[in-house]
């Protein structure tokens, strides 16, 4: 399925995103050999569309009308992207626990970062601040890559603090 084509009617491709960059092959092939657990194909699939020319990612927006309050951004990195996010965080601790049995992502240009891991409500798309990091305490946003951008599975869970009721 194509996620871009078939987002999620809460969702918005932010303007300002260089967004759709097709290729990154090498890129994926790197992502695939340097990720620690085995990567959904939907997500695999979505980082050929947006990982060429050492592109940086795609950028959504909740929308306005949904969610006049929400200033939410959702990052997915590229390939590329994310092995210099993971070579930036993982740097200062080589052998970490989450480091090991977890990918990012993407982020929300703030405290959070979006990572698939096997955490407490098993496989899927979690979420954390990014100053912590542990997938036991983490929050599940979906199963899927597919689930959270074109069903809006967790979309209220993505624009809600940990403290605030969704």
């Given amino acids: ?20 960059v097709p290729g990154g092959e090498e890129d994926i092939k790197e992502v695939i050999k340097q990720s620690p657990i085995q990567l959904p194909e939907d997500y695999l699939t979505f980082l050929y569309t947006i990982s060429g020319n050492e592109g940086v990612g795609i950028s959504f927006l909740v929308d306005q009308d949904v969610d006049p309050d929400s200033t939410l951004t959702i990052f997915i990195w590229s390939a590329r992207n994310s092995l210099e996010e993971l070579e930036e965080l993982s740097e ?54 597919t689930d959270f951008l074109v069903k809006g599975v967790g979309i209220d869970v993505a624009i809600t603090y940990p403290d605030e009721e969704p």
């Fill in 92 to 145: 200062p601790i080589p052998e970490d626990e989450f480091f090991d049995n977890a990918w990012m992502i993407g982020d929300d240009l703030g405290d959070f970062v979006y990572y698939y891991a096997e955490g407490k409500d098993g496989f899927g798309l979690y979420r954390d601040e990014a100053g912590i990091l542990c997938i036991e305490k983490a929050e599940k946003i979906a199963d899927s890559l």
């Fill in 1 to 20: 399925m194509d996620i871009l084509k078939n987002l999620n009617h809460r969702l918005m491709i932010d303007s300002d995103s260089v967004g759709v």
